[in-house]
């Protein structure tokens, strides 16, 4: 949602902006270069391998970007990972199901990053207890980092600097074959995967999430909570480098001349509002392929598993030249969702007692950079 409403903003208000504050105090780039130096930084000058590792996993995929985890290092050789309570998502994400799939995501990296220094990540889930229906202040994993001449490295840690979620549209002469869909579906190891490049099928499917989308943007509960966490320009992004950034002159130029009012975001009567949605549902119509994740339940230890599966196939794709991006809509479990979720389950054929985790669309979209991200220290609830 953040690139598609950037595109927007840019080609709408790019001309009022030149005509407001001139051309060329914006020539030089607004990009928020701080808030990316963790992913220049990683496994840089850190004596102690949690650092080390840490500094890797923090750059993990998760929902709205909103970085929840929290290491607590109090306990020398030992990590014990928590969830950042108001980092979590409880319009659209009411039962943390997102937010702990990021926390997998998270402790994957990890254990890859300390494989790949000779260290075997021995991980206790839920040491206290599983937190339901919500997380809570218990612990989400206990981490001793073991050294173990036998641990091998993972191939799919070479492409974490380089992974993204690329939310900008796809390339439409360019089809994912299944060969390329079948190497990256192959790179889960607990979950269940499913897969389609079939025209028809990815037509259904890109029509049943944008209906979801749209049931998103239209439901003023949910749209809020991502309008709330929208960082516009360099300043707020590095002020606050989590939630959904829109950086780039055009942006920053807006809002400084009080032409980019959140109010106007979430209005469905503003000009704002009506003019974002062909361009909203550009990625949408741009998908070439799907994937999907499934676990046989919904624990936390299983959507931990799913988040640390999640990972491992936007890595695989990285290494397949090929994007991609989530489309969690649909999976969401608030109320005015649950047409499209039910319609997504029977589009996907999800079994009774099955739980879909994640759908992505994949395409080859261009070039971005890494999202922003808080430095790790601010990451480490007690040393």
Known sequence: MATARRKFLQVVGGGF???????GVWISSRDPIAARRPWQ????????????????AILAPNPHNRQPWLADLSVDGEITLYCQADRRLPQTDPFNRQITIGLGCFLELLAQAAAEDGYRADISLFPKGEPQ???????????RLVWDEAVAPDSLFAHVLTRRSNKEPYALDRPVDSGALGRIAA??????????????????LRRIAWEANRTELDTPHALKESIDLIR???AEIEANPDG???????????????LLPRAEMIDAASPTFQRQIPILKEPFDTAMAFLWLKT???????????????????????????SMHPFSQALQEFAEMR???????????IGEGETLQMFVRLGYGPAIKGAPRWPLENRIRSA
Request: hydrophobic fraction near 45%.
């Open 133 to 143: 229906p919500l997380l809570d202040d218990r612990p989400v994993a206990h981490v």
């Open 339 to 349: 047409p499209h979720f039910a319609a997504m389950r029977a589009a996907l054929a």
């Open 244 to 258: 959904i950034d829109l950086s780039g002159p055009f942006l920053e130029g807006l809002s400084l001349a009080g």
């Open 41 to 56: 930084g990683a496994g840089r000058d850190e004596a102690d391998i949690r650092r080390k590792v840490l500094s890797f």
């Open 296 to 322: 046989n339940g919904n624990s936390r230890a299983d959507q931990i598993a799913a988040g640390r599966d999640y990972v491992r196939l936007n890595l695989a794709a990285t290494a397949q030249g090929v």
């Open 232 to 234: 516009i320009g360099r």
């Open 17 to 23: 902006v030149l005509a407001a504050i001139g051309a």
């Open 187 to 204: 790179a889960a190891r607990i979950s269940t995967t499913g897969h389609t490049n079939d025209p028809s099928q990815v037509e259904t």
